[in-house]
């Protein structure tokens, strides 16, 4: 137990723990000490000054922010001196600083206007020339206005110590100082703008986003991210049905402050003018505009009348749609349609896991146990490159907390710089290299085990067994690639289980095996692709899909259903740590529907009985039937994630593990979503290159 | 050099280094960047923080001769601020500029530790007393002619 | 050579080998033949703690600027740390009117050397740096050299003089910055940083050169220490006045017939300094004003001269001794435009860090610039001296009092001269030429 010391601020008596800073201290009991440089979680700089508050017994004013509280500390936040204080740093520092509040994108959301309109003084006696120095572009994603930078370093401080990136830095000095990028005139970094989240005023601006909106022409709808698996809370910020931006605005999310280049800039594949918005059926060889009802019609006699004749169906969904979409595909394939064959492509051996893990409690990890744990083992991932969220997360945990992380991977990684020790391995070998950590991970309290695609199968239960003898608590990731690639594990999006890992009760074909059939007579994509790398064996299946754009799959398609990606539906993911989040409905595309409503008119045209098919009835539904979906309700319409543990019992059949493989994206490539992002794509093509270690 | 730091430390080196290496090549340039950021190990964004720190680093070429006159209080007292115009006025060229044949460039400077033998100026890194402007002009001649 | 003549009234002690004129610094042979590494034989002799204890029986305090008792500070030092520690030595001289350092270094560079040896001996330290500001490349030379002599005869490596004592030095080239005259911005540059200073505490003492315990002391201070292992903490106090011991350096400069570096015993009286040593105010004229420990410390006029020149009765008197410069204004002196040019040093030399001294040196450079051009309104006069004020005591170093201090002072001591500069007009005038304050 710390010390305890009471000091009085304001007039009021706080107790706290000796050292903590006077204005955390003054947080607590609801007084704000105003500040600019200081930043909860980074180091401290006291630069703004903003922050000075009066000490009794100290001649001159102290920063807050640095100040630790001391037994019998009186400190006055709003005496005169104070006051006066904040007046004239603010009038300094708007000495230099444009007014060009008017067209700033900042502008309503600017600490520094939100001061001065607080602590600022009503007029400034400044009279001379400004320093000015001009914008730049450092990147696509990246603009730096000089002028209008305070220097409170919260950017450069960000990329150094929270991302590990160190692409910010500081040159000149006096007026002229300004932050500079990383080589010389342009950034070569994570482009994750957490940058410009953090700048407090309108210096570094988004380029997707500049000179675009003004903060209170829109709605801010959170949801979560529609690229990787780790579920990060995004905030769209919406005009008109448009996402005029995305950021981390609330901060409410698993992923707190931080969010990255996909969360950020990746939503642009949305309005993408190759959004597909009318249904699309093949006439005479050609795929031409349909009406919704037209497409329908044909999809729904087609599916009929195979149906009626025992043909032979392949369905393949997504690990991008919802929970409440995938359900509901593998429902209407099995219950509606009557076939076993359904499939996704599997980025991650979660089954296996599940299967190793039966019997034991709380043995999967969340995204918030990352950064409490001692101890992180990840195996066989470029962490940083493919789950920025979990990347973060163990590197704020080691800057906070002191926590040891191992890697174990085939090349050099990032985190190899704060690990308290990196191995190397052959393909294959890596639950052979454990070995040699056994020693170090049983001396922590606790460790939680990431692991891709590469430990699969038999190693996911070695791995395990290895965990069980460190003799310590440990929790483990099955690390996969996309929004929902969990999910559609647990609603039954495979060809051996049914929803919650129920024994399927005929074992239909495999992907490969659908696409390698010769006689399948519909093939059905929802939100996949697999035709992207592959070759549809049955030259006269009729071939159904629904997607956002007219990939490699719905060019080969019979009639082409255009459906809603994530930002525009309801409903819910699930991440790659097994926890449930909600999507929130923000933009509007003119012509598409949700996949689940298409489903639903289909089942309805087809008139099959497969329950109502909104978002709310169908995640109902789940949560009665699906094992470990009955999750918590008020924890999902908060907006929290609702941990899942869907197996409690060992597995009645083992997973097809050869079908595991990951994508391995990077930073900007997200899959098919990626190729019609521009700015993804455009962070790639930018000089320079994407950032190594 | 890098010796003279502790292990591990040998970023220390830095400012030794550019500032060295300078006086060999005549300025900063990119591949001179390019190899302390290798030999030392450190990140551009290291080096770019300093160059703009400190003044005696300089990317642009100057002149063979940089005349650096002070024009601090010291000198100033006893004629730095004359001296200055007086050379200005002499080579036709202003701050940090180098005159047309590239043999000198001007630079108004800080107090450079010379205060007590004021005016002084420097020249590279010579340093010269109480200049007066005729000394100044036989000075300047001399650099000249000296090329 | 730089060396003024000397005069009868020095007391001379650091620079007690100088020959007038020297043509050559003073070499490791004729160091050694003139007591040379004798006070660092006598400290290798003793403790560590009965080092310290002379030194500060001395009372000899930091000649950098800030006067912080010197044994003190190295008491200070965390010498049980496991962590190396380290002796750095501050010769980054860039206060204006200050130019004692060189002069030292110059002439007699071994002593420099064997004051870091003693101090290394005392917080038991096995590696030095000399700081030398990036203009003194003719003084880093020298020193180099007598860095090697010192190698060389064994005064410096492993083992010294058989005592099995190691010390390696080595000296470290600034490249123009004022501001990493501040110690911890010092430590900054010495690890190839910008010169930001340093969030304090953790003091060098504890967390210094590279995260280790480390001691950093003006030059003058490391050059007075051999002698008073050699004669003793007492007699170089006596030196000096009860509060104040020893010698000091002083350099004069400005309006003065015979400018100079000069050693005197603390406490001697300033304006016998001015009169006697400088020969008094140059071409006849009267005095005006003294700035007397720096352009950071707060001006004295002609009435205000008359007291001891030490630390106390200079700050008694509103100022401060600093380091060691005195600058002499005589009548004619424009002080709007002797502040205007103090605080464009000032303007470039804000690192920036804060915003306080960040805009606050800027903002006063460009309001006296206009008041120097004659484009002066009456309120200006007031705002200066608010401005200071609102810098004073609220920056994150001492920069920003440095450039408040002789602000104030000027303003309210001679507001007479401001407001003979005001304008014509009081309507605002841009400053002539817009030209920015300082060229990148």
């Known amino acids: 137990m710390a010390e305890l010391v009471t000091l009085t601020i304001d007039g009021k008596q706080i107790t706290a723990e000796k050292g903590t800073l006077v204005i955390e201290a003054a947080k607590k009991i609801g007084i704000e000490i105003p500040a600019f440089c200081y930043y909860e979680g980074y180091s401290l700089q006291a630069a703004c000054r903003m922050c000075l508050v009066e000490v009794e017994k100290m001649p001159k004013l102290q920063p807050g922010c640095t100040l630790p509280a001391a037994e019998g500390m009186v400190v006055m936040t709003d005496s005169p001196k104070v006051v006066e204080a904040r007046k004239s740093t603010l009038e300094f520092l708007l000495t230099n600083h444009p007014l060009d509040c008017p067209v700033c994108d900042k502008g309503g959301e600017c600490e520094l206007q939100d001061m001065v309109f607080r602590y600022g003084a009503g007029e400034s006696r400044f009279t001379e020339i400004k320093h000015h120095a001009n914008e730049k572009q450092w990147s696509p994603m990246v603009y730096y206005d000089p002028a209008r930078c305070i220097l409170c370093y919260r950017c450069i401080r960000v990329c150094d110590e929270g991302l590990g990136v160190g692409a910010l830095g500081l040159t000149h000095r006096g007026v002229h100082a300004e932050i500079t990028p990383s080589n010389g005139d342009h950034l070569e970094c994570d482009e994750c703008g957490m940058c410009i989240d953090i700048c407090p005023v309108g210096a570094l601006t988004s380029g997707s986003y500049r000179y675009k909106s003004r903060p209170w022409e829109m709605n801010h709808v959170g949801t979560i991210c529609a690229h990787c698996s780790n579920g990060c809370k995004t905030t769209l910020s919406i005009r008109n049905g448009e996402i005029m931006r995305a950021n981390n605005r609330d901060q409410s999310g698993i992923n707190g402050e931080f969010l990255c280049a996909k969360g950020r800039f990746g939503y642009d594949f949305v309005h993408s003018e190759e959004r597909l918005q009318t249904p699309l059926v093949r006439k005479d060889g050609e795929l031409v505009e349909a009406s919704w009802s037209e497409a329908l019609a044909l999809v729904a006699k087609k599916f009929g009348d195979v149906k009626a004749k025992g043909g032979k169906f392949g369905v393949v969904g997504s690990a991008r749609t919802t929970n409440e979409e995938a359900y509901y595909l593998q429902k209407f394939a099995r219950q509606g349609l009557g076939t076993a064959n359904i499939d996704h492509r599997r980025s991650g051996d979660v089954a296996s896991l599940l299967n190793a893990l039966a019997g034991k409690r709380d043995a999967l990890a969340t995204v918030a146990d990352l950064y409490t744990t001692k101890a992180a083992l990840v195996i066989g991932s470029d962490l940083s490159q493919q789950h920025p969220l979990l990347a973060f997360q163990l590197r704020a945990n080691y800057r906070h907390h002191g926590s040891s992380t191992y890697t174990v991977t085939r090349g050099p990684v990032r985190e190899d710089s704060y690990a308290a020790r990196s191995i190397r391995f052959e393909a294959g070998d890596e639950i052979g290299a454990l070995d040699q950590l056994r020693e170090d991970l049983s001396k922590h309290a606790s460790v939680v085990i990431l692991f891709g695609d590469s430990v699969k199968g038999g190693d996911v239960a070695k791995l395990v067994a290895f965990g069980d003898s460190l003799g310590v608590g440990v929790k483990y990731v099955c690390l996969m690639d996309y929004s929902n690639s969990r999910g559609a594990w647990d609603m039954g999006l495979t060809h051996e289980y049914g929803p919650g890992y129920e024994a399927a009760e005929q074992r239909g074909l495999s992907l490969p095996e659908m696409l390698a059939a010769k006689d399948l007579d519909v093939f059905w994509a929802v939100g996949a692709n697999p035709l992207a790398d592959a070759e549809l064996g049955s030259n006269d299946a009729f071939v159904v899909v629904q997607e956002l754009f007219l990939t490699e799959t719905a060019r080969r398609a019979d009639v082409v259903l255009p459906a809603a990606s994530a930002y525009e539906k309801n409903g819910t993911v699930t991440n790659t740590c097994g926890e449930v989040q909600r999507l929130k409905a923000g933009a509007k595309v003119m012509g598409v529907k949700t996949d689940l409503e298409i489903m639903g008119l289909l089942a309805k045209e087809m008139g099959l009985d497969l329950g109502i098919w909104t978002p709310e009835k169908v995640f109902e539904e789940i949560r009665r039937t699906v094992r470990g979906y009955n999750v918590q309700l008020p924890i999902i319409v908060t907006g929290g994630a609702a941990p899942t543990q869907p197996v409690s019992g060992q597995l009645a059949v083992l997973p097809d593990v050869s079908l595991v493989r990951s994508a391995e994206d990077t930073l900007f490539t997200s899959g098919s979503l990626g190729r019609y992002s521009k700015m993804l794509n455009a962070a790639m093509e930018a000089p320079g290159k994407l950032y190594k270690e | ?147 | 050579m730089l060396l003024n003549q000397p005069h009868p009234l020095e007391t001379r002690v650091l620079t007690r080998r100088f020959e007038y004129p020297q043509k050559n610094p003073i070499w490791v042979d004729e160091f050694v033949a003139k007591q040379g590494y004798e006070g660092f034989r006598k400290a290798l002799g003793m403790s560590p703690d009965e080092i310290i204890e002379e030194v500060k029986k001395s009372s000899l305090r930091g000649r950098g600027g800030a006067g912080f008792p010197t044994g003190l500070k190295w008491s200070f030092v965390d010498r049980k740390s496991s962590k190396p520690k380290y002796v750095v030595v501050n010769g980054d001289e860039g206060e204006p009117g200050t130019c004692k350092d060189r002069v030292l270094i110059e002439h007699d560079p071994h002593r420099l050397i064997e004051g870091c040896l003693i101090c290394a001996r005392a917080i038991g330290a096995e590696r030095g740096w000399v700081y030398i500001r990036g203009e003194y490349r003719f003084h880093i030379d020298i020193l180099d050299k007598a860095i090697a002599e010192a190698y060389e005869r064994g005064y410096l490596g492993e083992n010294i003089l058989g005592s099995g004592m190691t010390f390696h030095l080595s000296t470290h080239t600034g490249a123009g910055s004022y501001e990493c005259g501040e110690e911890s911005a010092l430590l900054e540059s010495l690890e190839g940083k910008r010169g930001n200073p340093r969030l304090k505490p953790p003091f060098p003492a504890t967390v210094g050169a590279f995260q280790c315990p480390t001691t950093v002391n003006n030059v003058e201070t490391f050059c007075a220490v051999p002698d008073i292992l050699l004669n003793g903490g007492d007699w170089y106090h006596a030196l000096g006045t009860p509060k104040n011991g020893g010698t000091r350096m002083v350099c004069l400069s400005g309006h003065i017939n015979n400018p100079g570096v000069y050693e005197v015993p603390l406490g001697f009286n300033m304006k016998r300094l001015i009169e006697e040593i400088g020969g008094g105010v140059w071409k006849g004229r009267k005095l005006k004003a003294v700035i007397p420990g720096g352009s950071s410390s707060p001006i004295l006029t002609a009435d205000e001269v008359d007291i001891p020149a030490d630390y106390d009765s200079l700050a008694k008197a509103g100022s401060m001794l600093g380091s060691g410069a005195t600058m002499v204004c005589d009548e004619t002196t424009d002080m709007v435009k002797l502040l205007a040019r103090v605080m464009k040093f000032y303007a470039h030399e804000s690192c920036g860090w804060c915003i306080p001294c960040r805009e606050g040196t800027a903002w006063l450079a460009k309001i006296l610039a206009r008041m120097d051009e004659g484009a002066g309104m009456t309120r200006d006069i007031d705002m200066i001296d608010q401005l200071a004020t609102s810098m004073f005591g609220r920056t994150f170093c001492a920069l920003g009092d440095a450039a408040a201090m002789p602000t104030m002072s000027i303003v309210r001591k001679f507001r007479n001269e401001f407001e003979a500069k005001i304008g014509s007009t009081e309507v605002f005038v841009p400053a002539p030429g817009t030209q920015p304050l300082v060229v990148l």
């Open chain 2, 1 to 147: 050099m890098i010796g003279n730091y502790p292990t591990g430390r040998q970023k220390g080196a830095l400012i030794p280094m550019l500032l060295y290496a300078q006086d060999e090549i005549g300025q900063i340039t990119e591949e001179l960047i390019d190899e302390v950021s290798k030999r030392l190990s450190v990140n551009r964004v290291e080096i770019e923080e300093v160059l703009g720190y400190y003044t005696m680093l300089h990317r642009e070429k100057r002149g063979k001769h940089h005349v650096q006159i002070c024009t601090n209080v010291s000198c100033m007292l006893r004629g730095g601020e004359e001296l200055w115009e007086h050379a200005c006025g002499k080579l036709g060229i202003g701050n940090k500029q180098t005159t047309a044949d590239g043999s000198v460039s001007l630079e108004e400077v800080e107090c450079i530790g010379a205060c007590s033998w004021a005016p002084a100026i420097l020249v590279n890194y010579d340093f010269h007393f109480n200049v007066t402007p005729e000394s100044l002009d036989a000075l300047i001649e001399g650099l000249r002619t000296k090329q």
